[in-house]
T-cell receptor, first 112, second 118 residues
């Protein structure tokens, strides 16, 4: 299930299940979006990106969906594994000409 | 490719001292480097953007005299926290970008530096 902590929402899933992490972005002018994975004590790691001319993009075990109408981004992880446990951040930018703005992040906990 | 390193990975210092953090792009030349600060259980907040050979651009609310940034080469940027105080304790992360000219999109992140000020 999903819970909202003091600062960081947490999503707990069973190993092998699919995970869906959501992000609401703020700037309607944003046209480039990235998902990052951050493990404890490490820097963010690029997962997948999508431009606003697309509404879906797939990678290895991950899919990003973009709904510009409601300014919503989601990251789907198939067959979630213990190694997927981390904090996931979405980030947005406008045409690559503005600094990335990071969302608040969601902690994914995989239950073995 | 696109490896970014930071040194040190962690540092503990006394209040009032200055601390320098290095960010290096190991296998590419970075026109632009970014410095972020991350407090526990929070997101990354951009502090400043630095372009090689020019002055850094600081985000609103970030004191440029306290957080000195030098981007002297295409592979090295440094952040110096001057007269550090306990409230400066945080996780400092750099990223390197600029393989695509003038673009903020392609950023490669370093592993971060944990600063603890006693």
């Amino acid at each position: 299930g999903e819970s909202v902590g003091l600062h960081l929402p947490t999503l707990s899933v069973q190993e092998g299940d699919n995970s869906i992490i959501n992000c609401a972005y703020s700037n309607s002018a944003s046209d480039y979006f990235i998902w990052y994975k951050q493990e404890s004590g490490k820097g963010p790691q690029f997962i997948i990106d999508i431009r606003s001319n697309m509404d879906k993009r797939q990678g290895q075990r991950v899919t990003v969906l973009l709904n510009k109408t409601v300014k919503h981004l989601s990251l789907q992880i198939a067959a979630t594994q213990p190694g997927d446990s981390a904090v996931y951040f979405c980030a947005e930018s406008v045409s690559g000409n503005t600094p990335l703005v990071f969302g608040k992040g969601t902690r994914l906990s995989v239950i073995a | 490719g696109a490896v970014v390193s930071q040194h040190p990975s962690w540092v503990i210092c006394k209040s009032g001292t200055s601390v320098k953090i290095e960010c290096r792009s190991l296998d590419f030349q970075a026109t632009t480097m970014f410095w972020y600060r991350q407090f526990p259980k929070q997101s990354l907040m951009l502090m400043a953007t630095s372009n090689e050979g020019s002055k850094a651009t600081y985000e609103q609310g970030v004191e440029k005299d306290k957080f000195l940034i030098n981007h002297a080469s295409l592979t090295l940027s440094t952040l110096t926290v001057t007269s550090a105080h306990p409230e400066d304790s945080s996780f400092y992360i750099c990223s390197a970008g600029g393989r695509e000219p003038s673009s903020y999109n392609e950023q490669f992140f370093g592993p971060g530096t944990r600063l603890t000020v006693l």
